[in-house]
């Protein structure tokens, strides 16, 4: 079936590090790919997204690049704040008009200043 | 404008009572979903609508669970005979449009505490 793994958290690093999260996938045909991010005490939003091979999402200086050779869709920026502390999940949306989202566990950053 | 909106925001109940959870999407949204997130399962679908229809339930985890969508717009997600492992945040999320590429927006979700 349609799986999602991504790096166990916590993450921890100073401001201003840089950031990567890995995340690889298991699916047929080719999905669509998401990053949500769920701040403290708020809901989840998404924060970038990739609908096919070699498209890079981009937000908030946060990138990540479809990778269907490797299976792979990792978040990176370059240089994290203190606010970018939150629980990160990456999903995907399979082909074939099944729209729901299969996330992964969640990875927790925590930015030190 | 608005984002997706649920309540109640916390539920408490006791074991083998039934509740409701509501769940008011974005305006003009077609699409709606519930998920539910726990500790011990992650974030796992439970049920989408395409409109009014509910074309996949088989996320849903027993037939304890079930779910509306009137009039193209607020759902209404109904556990019966409540047991402790249905304490969770039940979210919800709607998209503009079906497909798989369409970005789904969450509400913040109602915690539901089986005592």
């Known amino acids: 079936g349609n799986s999602v793994t991504q790096m166990e958290g916590p993450v921890t690093l100073s401001e201003e590090a840089f950031l990567t999260i890995n995340c690889t996938y298991t699916?047929?045909?080719?999905?669509?790919l998401f990053w949500y991010v769920q701040y403290p005490g708020e809901g989840l939003q998404l924060l970038l997204k990739a609908t096919k091979a070699d498209d890079k999402g981009s937000n908030k200086g946060f990138e990540a690049t479809y990778r269907k050779e490797t299976t792979s869709f990792h978040l990176e920026k370059g240089s994290v704040q203190v606010s970018d502390s939150a629980v990160y999940f990456c999903?995907?949306?399979?082909?074939?008009?099944?729209?729901?989202?299969?996330f992964g566990a969640g990875t927790r950053l925590a930015v030190h200043p | 404008g608005a984002g997706v909106s649920q309540s109640p925001s916390n539920k408490v109940t006791e074991k083998g009572k039934d509740v409701e959870l509501r769940c008011d999407p974005i305006s003009g949204h077609t699409a709606l979903y519930w998920y539910r997130q726990s500790l011990g399962q992650g974030l796992e679908f439970l049920i989408y609508?395409?409109?009014?229809?509910?074309?996949?339930k088989s996320g849903l985890p027993s037939d304890r669970f079930s779910a509306e969508r009137t009039g193209g717009s607020v759902s209404t997600l109904t556990i019966q005979r409540t047991q402790q492992e249905d304490s969770a945040v039940y979210l919800c999320?709607?998209?503009?449009?079906?497909?798989?590429?369409?970005?789904?927006?969450f509400g913040p979700g109602t915690r539901l505490l089986v005592l």
């Open positions: 699916a047929t045909g080719y999905p669509s």
């Open positions: 999903a995907l949306s399979q082909s074939g008009g099944y729209n729901k989202l299969i």
């Open positions: 999320a709607s998209s503009l449009l079906w497909g798989q590429q369409e970005t789904q927006y």
């Open positions: 609508f395409q409109g009014n229809s509910a074309p996949d």
